[in-house]
C-alpha cells in the first residue's frame, strides 16, 4: 500500500495563498487606492486591518502549532518506508525512516495537547536493542488514512 496526503497540503496552502492575496488586496484597496470608505459595517480601518492580519496569522502558523506533516507512506516491498516533512509557512528538512519489515518491532501513537497533537513513534528491532524514531505527526492525515497506516504497521508487528 503506497499513498500521500499531499492533497491535504496543497489545500492548506492555497487557503493560506487566498489569505495573503486576500489581505493584500484589501490593503491596496484601503490604504493606497483609498477605495474603501470607513467605517464599514459600524468598524473603524484599523479595527478591520488588525481583524484581518490575525486571522491571517492564524491561517499561517495554525499547521505549524499542530505540526502538520507531508506524508508519505509505503510498505511495498521488504521496507515500510515514511518520507515526511513539516508542511506549515516554514518548512522543515526532509525525514525519511525506512524499517525492514523483518526487524520492525512496533508502533506507538503518542497525544499531546488534549489529543489535538497525534504522533507515531516507530521501533525497529537492533542488535543492542530497540532503536526508537523520532516522531512522526499524523494530524495532516484524515482518519481514513490513519485507519490505514494502523492498519497496515499492526499487520507487521511480530508477537512476542
Known amino acids: 500500500m503506497t499513498f500521500n496526503n499531499s492533497k491535504t497540503i496543497i489545500n492548506i496552502r492555497i487557503k493560506l495563498f487566498a489569505a495573503t492575496v486576500l489581505l493584500l488586496a484589501y490593503l491596496t484597496l484601503a490604504y493606497v487606492a483609498k477605495l474603501i470608505k470607513f467605517p464599514l459595517l459600524g468598524m473603524e480601518d484599523t479595527i478591520w486591518t488588525i481583524s484581518l492580519i490575525v486571522i491571517w496569522f492564524i491561517l499561517a502558523f495554525i499547521p505549524s ?32 525512516v525506512e524499517i525492514n519489515k ?59
Not at 112 to 139: E, M
Request: proline residues 2%; without cysteine.
Open 65 to 96: 502549532f499542530l505540526n502538520y506533516q507531508y506524508i508519505s507512506y509505503s510498505d511495498d516491498g521488504e521496507n515500510i518506508i515514511f518520507r515526511y516533512f513539516t508542511a506549515g509557512i516554514i518548512s522543515g528538512k526532509k525525514n525519511s
Open 102 to 160: 523483518a526487524s520492525f518491532e512496533g508502533y506507538k501513537i503518542e497525544t499531546r495537547l488534549f489529543g489535538i497533537i497525534q504522533s507515531i513513534i516507530l521501533y525497529q528491532k537492533i542488535q543492542s536493542g530497540t532503536a526508537k524514531y523520532p516522531p512522526i505527526h499524523i494530524n495532516a492525515l484524515n482518519r481514513g488514512e490513519k485507519s490505514k497506516i494502523i492498519k497496515s504497521l499492526n499487520s507487521y508487528v511480530h508477537s512476542l
